[in-house]
């Protein structure tokens, strides 16, 4: 596959990595010493690593205190950049203030620039979770005692078909809505479970008949779906009504001319992440509910740090980082949140129709709860309500 799509780009590492031999590398260092790092022990570890005594530790200490940026010359640069004194005082030399100090400018004076610039902000649209402290411990919870992999897997918006026109396809910028932090020990499966995508969380089937009446899921009802990791599809076997979405692609693929190579398949309930052989950065493919697709990217693997990652084997995969979301209004009242996706109601300007629960009832049923006229609804829970 690498053949035909290529990894020669900037933000794909060229490099394949065996994350059980990145973890067996790190198991043949000695890490004793990070472990036990602590604020309480640095300077001791510091003392002895170095050879050095504490004299020399503290007069580092005063040295390279953030205090001593204000101390000489530069004085006043918080002020040019953080407070709203834009003119540079005479005394400040720094390159970086002037370049800062003169973007702030343009931010405030040029609306393109402003949007160009905010843009380009990796982080602009992210809410970081902390929900490590959300759960209720007990100590017989199972906790990581051992070196272990840490993979932070960014989970993309669904892939929109529509916006494939002939041979040409508009440009979307890809948008990473969720990032989990996985263990190497954890299954496949595992995060497969803790993605959440709407398609999943909506019904499949047309409740236009009896509104209050629930259905089912369509994540309860079509729970087949794979991963597509280097060249190899790890289906979701845990139901045996589960059917394998990846044969039709393996076969498909095996035809010399597509110049594909041989595809595998496994099973993702029985794959660890400690399991994959990755490229940090490389898109690879997850896809359920027969084409959702979402485009999945390895961003970073580390070791589990012992003093910034919770302890608790159950909070992972864990979701970490989701994209800020607008919820969408009801088109008829555009004050409440909708609740009802109609299709194929003549009686509506535009096709499908999201309406909140008032309008949808006093718009589609007369008073004694019947429809009025032809058309097809399905419940709507809004993004911003599930990520
Ligand atoms: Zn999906
Ligand atoms: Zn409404």
Not at 118 to 134: A, G, H, I, P, V
Not at 158 to 174: D, Q
Request: with cysteine; net charge negative; proline share 5%.
């Amino acid at each position: 596959m690498d053949l035909i799509k290529g990894v020669e780009r900037p933000w794909i590492y060229n490099g394949k990595i065996n994350v059980r031999s990145f973890l067996d590398l790190w198991k043949t260092q000695d890490l004793s010493l990070e472990s036990n790092l602590t604020p309480e022990t640095l300077d001791e570890q510091f003392t002895k690593m170095f050879d050095v005594d504490q004299e020399m530790i503290d007069s580092l200490k005063e040295d390279l205190s953030p205090d001593c940026l204000t101390d000489v010359a530069d004085e006043g640069w918080k002020d040019c950049i953080y407070g709203d004194k834009f003119a540079i005082p005479d005394q400040v030399k720094l390159v970086s203030v002037a370049a800062q100090v003169k973007h702030i400018e343009k931010m405030k004076a040029d609306r393109n620039y402003h949007s160009h610039a905010s843009q380009l902000l990796k982080y602009r649209n992210y809410t970081f979770l902390d929900n490590s402290e959300m759960k209720k411990r007990s100590p017989d919870e199972q906790k990581i005692t051992d070196l272990e992999v840490i993979l932070n897997v960014q989970i993309f918006k669904p892939m929109k078909f529509s916006l494939h026109v002939g041979e040409h396809r508009k440009h979307v910028n890809p948008i990473a809505e969720q990032e989990f932090l996985c263990l190497g020990g954890q299954f496949l499966s595992a995060l497969r479970d803790e993605i959440i995508c709407p398609v999943d969380a909506n019904p499949v089937e047309d409740c236009s008949d009896d509104p209050k009446k629930s259905k089912p899921s369509g994540g309860e009802i079509y729970t087949s779906g794979f991963f597509f990791i280097d060249d190899c599809f790890y289906n979701d076997f845990r139901k045996t009504s589960n059917i394998d979405y990846s044969q039709v692609i393996v076969d498909w693929a095996k035809s010399s001319d597509r110049r594909i190579g041989e595809l595998r398949s496994a099973k993702m309930e029985a794959t660890c992440f400690i399991d994959l052989t990755i490229r940090l950065g490389q898109p690879y493919v997850y896809v359920h509910q027969g084409n959702c697709e979402h485009m999945i990217v390895f961003s970073e693997m580390r070791l589990f740090s012992p003093q910034t990652d919770s302890p608790f084997i159950d909070d992972y995969p864990r979701l970490f980082k989701t994209v800020n979301k607008t919820a969408i209004m009801c088109y008829m009242c555009g004050i409440n949140v909708p609740k009802w996706l109609v299709f194929d109601n003549k009686r509506l300007p535009d096709n499908p129709w999201l309406f909140c629960e008032q309008c949808f009832m006093s718009f589609n049923y007369d008073s004694q709860k019947k429809k009025v006229g032809h058309f097809k609804a399905f419940p709507y829970l809004d993004k911003s309500a599930i990520i």
